[in-house]
């Protein structure tokens, strides 16, 4: 063999390793769109996440686009049915929800789900599958006050059953109302029917009958303010600062805008447990992420959800907002374990973080949920305005729901 020969030889073996070699070396990026809902306050947050995972997955860019929240349904219902959705996107679990019916998302394998409370995934399946992965969460307290409280000489109520009890009492020694349970917004009386084991289904039935009969008591008794029929958690929020309640419903988050906004009322306040029913489990609300069908990059969409919600990540943005980690290795931290006697918010993180642990049976969203909750808000407003008998009303709340 001559050296021409051998120098022809190496010369393509040179070559064709340098031909296999070229697709790895010029791979592109994979962009992963990534959509929020009004995260653009906590941006330096969030672009320091994108650039860790960035720089830990050299392979995968992140393009992140921040959502007004008025327009995120909108927004999200169109890019979906595209042929170019993002890759992945942050809802809330009742619209979610309608995605996974009309067929739109992305099921997701549960061996993904191991980092995460397991009670908020439950929640979270629809018709035994999963469709989405938790972000974020937050599980009301009781806020009141303890001056108020002990003028009353009332202990704090566990149940709703309890607040119809102490409310005379408190009404009579103190000139406050019990509290102002906002209860035609949203999915609020469906929350609380749900804790005594009462669903859209069984609406008409007798424990049903019962709950309502709680809220009718109170409010044609003046026990509760009339406004209750129609004002929300806002107007709930003013009441309470300006001493007019004992009792208010509302995250941990909502003792900052006490403490701002009615400092007097602040030093007087206290946290407990919230209000539960017969089953004594809590309500909570959730935030999630969820991979559409058609996305052009699911397996880099999931891995970038699960590094935003592992437990070092989880614990910054809930240092940096008050919310609720869902990450199980996070919820065991001091963080949410242990607090300061004089940092009230702390407390009601612990508790707020606890009652996670006791959330089952969660509410169900149902298909044609806003149609639902306009439902049985309007027969809470018929039953507490007396237009008929709560059976009456329920029966025929029942009969509109097996229509729609």
Known sequence: MNNSFIKIFLVCIICVLVLWCMPFNKKTSDEVVFWTLQMNDFAPYMNKIIKDFETQNPEIKIKWIDVPFSEGEKRTLA???SDTPPDLINLNPDFSALLAQRGALYEIDEIFTEQYNKSVINS?????????????ATSAVTIYNKDLLKKSGMEIPKTYDDVLKIAPTVKAKTGAFVMLPNITENDTMLKILNKYGVTVQNINSEKSQEVFEIFKTLYVNDLIPKESVTQTHREALEKYMAEKTVFFQAGANFLNMIKENAPSTY???DVAPQITGDLGQNDFSLMNF???????????????????TNCENQLELAKLTNVLAVNNEALQSDFYTNYNNSDLISKARVISA???????PPLKVER???????????????ILLNKSSVKNILDETAEKYRGL
């Not at 979270?124 to 974020?136: D, E, H, V």
């Not at 606890?354 to 959330?359: D, E, P, T």
């Open 79 to 81: 890019s979906v049915l």
């Open 124 to 136: 979270l399946r629809y018709n035994g599958k999963l469709y989405s992965l938790p972000w974020y």
């Open 267 to 269: 030093k007087n306040t």
């Open 290 to 308: 969820v991979i559409p069908v058609k996305a052009k990059h699911k397996d880099e969409a999931l891995k970038f959800a699960l590094f935003l």
């Open 354 to 360: 606890k009652q996670l642990n006791r959330v089952e």
């Open 368 to 382: 044609n949920q806003k149609e639902i909750n306009t439902l049985v808000n309007t027969a809470v407003q018929q």
